[in-house]
């Protein structure tokens, strides 16, 4: 007996129940189906090809489909992966999963993180294969930029390649400069700190302190060792050094209306200083960033930078500067194809292809040139002053002089200066005592990383 | 001094009011900030509105993001939340109903463990999960994010409350005694008057899996085959506001106008089951609380 066939609400309820059962089964189908197809299922024909996993970021898109182009013999599996952007360690967390299930390892991938050489190339992760004893010929490294490999090399093994570089220049901007009564572009920290009081006066500024990217511009800029492994292990944290404390106290006379705690990238930076930046001692990928910030636009000639050469501290101090992201290419030691991998990193990397596709300046000598013309001619840079280099002058300037002795650590130092220093700054701390916040943080990790740090 | 009815109501009324705007505020900016360009974003009061262009412009940016991705990533969301809320519902209410209703060796024991592994937070299970499911060869598809999903012991334990708190015993004694076997009496007597439970456990099921991101983010490592969630990660990465170093990821179309329109996006599947479910769901969660 059905005791529910016996009353209309009953049967309501069985049409409902089975109904119910109905769409299940079928939704379960349709998946079922859907999943035994396989999603995004691979040709019988790519299975002949040799294989390549490549794993890149949403900028590299276009470069690497460059090499499927170029290279059709070649099977290319393209992952989209976040680059490991912004420190979050994604490939560290692959990495980890991959190593303990034996297999998932890309053969090639692209890093936004500069420091991620010192991670992927140790324990417990071992990825990162050695470039430099034989996957890549040295007269192909020896043309890369000066300095370019500093972050990719441990005790004398290459592990990764750089894609661009992001060095510092000083950009300036000629309307304002005149209207702020500066006859001249600085060549000096000196200079550019003096000329910081004519830009306050006329409520303009010369740069920001409050950037994750302060100690990277600064510091890193005047040698100051906060971030030197001085033997394989050793890393020397030294923010009593003369190269510190001297570019502190210069940062710490400017006022704050000139230099203001301030990110770039913060929702109110356009609307508060769009339009009013005279220099700004940044990465040579800024030049295209200024006129899109706030109450500029990119009509607005006013607020188009040109590049300068990097400042020196003094007319006899070091001829360096130091660099804010750039990325980097490497190559899987777990790959089952090393020599197309290394191959593919050496075309991505080095052909002018690729290269001409890249968002920032090559840190393959030989494709500095044609970039650089086509950036000139994409309109968005102001005209050099009279007796000043053109963009191509400075940022081939910039890019050898690159300093060497800020290496790569497994952590971050700018999530450091961003979470540990610019709270003190923002709350009127100095430079001087931001330093010493810095450099205590960093020992700590530093250590926890099995480095011997002195300092 | 003694206050007023009138006097409670209105400062009622008022903490109501601060608590909505608190909560709406948020919304209303995200909303707003896909109608406009990103300096206006950043250089426009926070309420302005923009135009219908703008959101246009931004929906074709978003949706034209490295080809197409966004609706690959909606589609494999859909596939791994349906499938796997297929699978909780077919395990979930008969497991409720036999822990509330019958009487076998470990009952108690196997309640217990319902009740330990729901308040587990899920992704201490995502490390065990991704071995498991790599001896069996099934990371990097579908089924290594269906399966976890379908293990939802919040539901067996909401079924459970629901058939020992509003089915009446004596009903199902009855159609015992007039000849119904135990499946019977669950197909015919139980499982149609648990609609509002079906329901409710759906939803949450459905929302759970919908939001997961850790769990597809460890299993999946093919890009066709990421949920949206995972996805929007991607879309982070490549907006320059939030990506400042990465010199390019501008040029890549995406910024925070569309980013916002990426957050109402992955949401609105969510909001559009919770609108169509709502009676349903407000029956199955006052089921049982009353006898009458």
Redesign the interface.
Known sequence: ????RSSGG?NR??R??RR?LAV?AC??LV??S??SA???ATGASAAKKPTITIWY???R?SMVQAYIKAHPKVHV???????D??GDGTYQ??FA?DN??GH?WPDIYFS?QNNDAASLAQAPFNDAAVLNKGLISKSTLAKFAHGSAALCTIGGKVYCLRN?L?MNVLWYNPTLMAQDGITSVPTTWQQWATDGALAAAKGDIIGTQGDS?DADTYYWGNECPLSQETSPGTLLINPASTNCTAMASLLDGVSRTALPVAY??S?????QY?GKIVFYPG???MG??FP????C?SANPDCKMAAGYPLTFSSSGPAVTGA??G?LWFVSSHSKNLKLAASAVVWLDTSLTSQNL???FPAYGPDDAPWVATQDASGSYATPLSGQPTLSQAFNKAANEIWSGWSAVPYAN?QIWASDVVPSLATGGTQAAGLGIFASDAANLARSDGFQVHS | MKLSHFTWRIVGLIVLLGFTAFFFVPVIWVLLATTKTDVQLTSSGPFSLGTLSHFVHAWKALFGFQSDAMVGWLENSAIYSFGGVAIAIIAAIPAGYGLALTQFIGRRTLLAITLVTMIMPATALVLPLFLEMNSVNLTDTPWAVILPFSFFPFGVYLCYIFFSSTIPKDLLSAARVDGCNEWGVFRYVALPLARPVVALVAFFAFVADWNNYYLPFVMIASNSKLPVQVGLEYLISSTEAFNPGNPGTGAQLVQRPELALAILVAIAPVAIVFMFAQRTLVKGMLAGATKE
């Open positions: 007996m059905n005791i529910y009953g309820r069985t409902w129940h119910t299940a939704a379960s998946s079922l859907i999943v396989g999603i995004g970021d949403t900028a898109k599996v393209a992952v989209l992966k976040d680059g952007s912004n967390s692959a999963l303990r299930v998932g936004e661009d992001a990217w770039m990238f929702s109110t930076f356009g609307q769009g990465a040579s990928w295209g960033v899109g910030l706030g109450s636009t804010i992201g990325g890249s968002p920032g700018d």
